[in-house]
């Protein structure tokens, strides 16, 4: 078992490692390609910094591939859990790519004519696709597809597939303020990485990697996750929370986000985070003052 261990530390720190090297190089990328954006205090920020995740999981999901094999290659025995579960390998890379996919698409080219779910809805049904429509039927495809791997049934299916989508529109709605987002997902992911550590194995560590490095940038107003990002999050988080969990906790936590995005169509989280003194110094702790 601590070979396990080790294993899982070695992936949280190898994809923390590859992120590191590549944060530089992928921000002057996205510079000379013009992905910046306006923040909420008008400054210059580099977008689409979430294409970072999709990059160090791909590169991370190919040394895994081929790692076995060079062990074997050199006959040395590889001890139980070292090589990661398909079962949790593969829809999770599907929710990268597919949730990364349809946020990119919606930070090249949304606008904000429509905006929340009634907008993009309303637009659907007047007939009229907005990125924002195009990227709630992808991550909807997307959900039902990673939720057939952790179910027995259809009405399972559903299920899971809706807790992922919820928390895709969740930690979207909360990528309003530099860090908000990321301060969100570590702490729950840890949560789960270690609730699931049987479960996700190595994928929430190497998951948990990525995020320690994009956090510091985010708060420094150096980069933005983008829906990119926030996307890829959200669908991280809910997938693990589907595949640890049983139905006595899944289901109150779909009722409790179903509550949430209804509240926020009529109230902005950021004016509660505001209003509220315990919220607001989370929310700021860590930001530039300046």
């Known amino acids: 078992m601590l070979y396990f261990y080790l294993w899982v530390f070695a992936h949280a720190a190898g994809a923390a490692t590859i992120s590191l090297l590549t944060l530089k190089p992928l921000k002057q990328m996205l510079r000379r390609a013009g992905a910046v954006r306006a923040n909420f205090r008008q400054r210059e920020v580099i977008n689409m910094a979430g294409i970072l995740i999709v990059f160090v999981w791909m590169l991370l999901m190919a ?8 062990i074997k290659a050199i006959d040395i025995n590889l001890p139980n859990g070292f090589v990661l579960s398909l079962n949790v390998a593969m829809p999770l890379t599907a929710i990268i790519i ?7 698409i ?45 179910s027995n049934n259809i009405s399972e299916i559903i ?26 997902y570590i702490p729950l992911q840890l949560l789960l990485a270690i609730a ?25 107003e150096e980069v933005m996750l983008g829906d990119t990002g926030s996307n890829i ?18 289901l109150p936590v779909i009722i409790l986000l179903l509550v ?31």
């Not at 040394?63 to 060079?70: I, M, R, S, T």
């Not at 999050?233 to 899944?250: D, P, Q, R, S, T």
Request: contains cysteine; aromatic residues 6%.
């Open 233 to 250: 999050l959200g669908g991280v988080l809910g997938f693990c929370l589907a595949a640890i969990f049983e139905w006595n906790i899944k």
């Open 98 to 104: 597919g949730a990364g996919l349809f946020g990119l």
């Open 106 to 150: 919606d930070d090249l080219l949304g606008n904000r004519e429509s905006t929340g779910f009634k907008g993009h809805i309303g637009e659907l049904i007047k007939g009229r696709l907005t990125t924002g429509g195009l990227k709630a039927i992808g991550i909807t495809s997307v959900a039902l597809l990673a939720a057939a791997f952790l």
């Open 260 to 290: 949430l995005q209804l509240l926020t169509e009529k109230f902005s989280i950021s004016e509660v985070i505001e209003r509220t003194p315990a919220l607001r110094a989370i929310d700021n702790f860590g930001r530039r003052v300046d």
């Open 159 to 184: 299920g899971n597939a809706a807790l992922i989508a919820l928390f895709v529109n969740t930690v979207n709605l909360l990528d309003l303020r530099p860090g908000r987002a990321l301060k969100f």
């Open 196 to 220: 699931g550590i049987k479960t996700l194995g190595t994928s929430s560590a190497a998951l948990l990697g990525i995020a320690l490095v994009m956090i510091g940038p985010d708060l420094k």
């Open 63 to 70: 040394l895994v591939a081929v790692f076995p094999a060079l």
